[in-house]
Nanobody, 120 residues
Framework: QVQLVESGGGLVQTGGSLRLSCAASGSIFSIDVMGWYRQAPGKEREVVATITSSGDTTYADSVKGRFTISRDSGKNTVYLQMNSLKAEDTAVYYC??????????????WGQGTLVTVSS
């Protein structure tokens, strides 16, 4: 019963900032890669950023230099700091994680999504 819960979405103006949080809870032995994906209306879900357990990160070209992914292993939480937001960043943002609920069992889980709306 491992689950991910996102928070921090909302309405911001173009050029503004927002920080998303995603907390994992339940029976967790360890967490591997965590990431953020987003899906805009009528478009496919796309990866935004990922971070490994060792802190290595990847970013979509569209958000490089504006977004920063980080994690707090002690709290089983991943964050996405979004700066210089643009209208095209408007989407539902989903948290993703590879989780070991126990040694030998590996699960890919998703959060329920949090809506980010960027408006002028």
């Amino acid at each position: 019963q491992v689950q991910l819960v996102e928070s921090g979405g909302g309405l911001v103006q173009t050029g503004g900032s927002l920080r998303l949080s995603c907390a994992a809870s339940g029976s967790i032995f360890s967490i591997d890669v965590m990431g953020w994906y987003r899906q805009a209306p009528g478009k496919e879900r796309e990866v935004v950023a990922t971070i490994t357990s060792s802190g290595d990160t990847t970013y979509a070209d569209s958000v490089k230099g504006r977004f920063t992914i980080s994690r707090d292993s002690g709290k089983n939480t991943v964050y996405l700091q979004m700066n210089s937001l643009k209208a095209e960043d408007t989407a539902v943002y989903y948290c993703n994680a590879g989780v070991y609920p126990r040694p030998g069992r590996y699960l890919i889980i998703w959060g329920q999504g949090t809506l980010v709306t960027v408006s002028s």
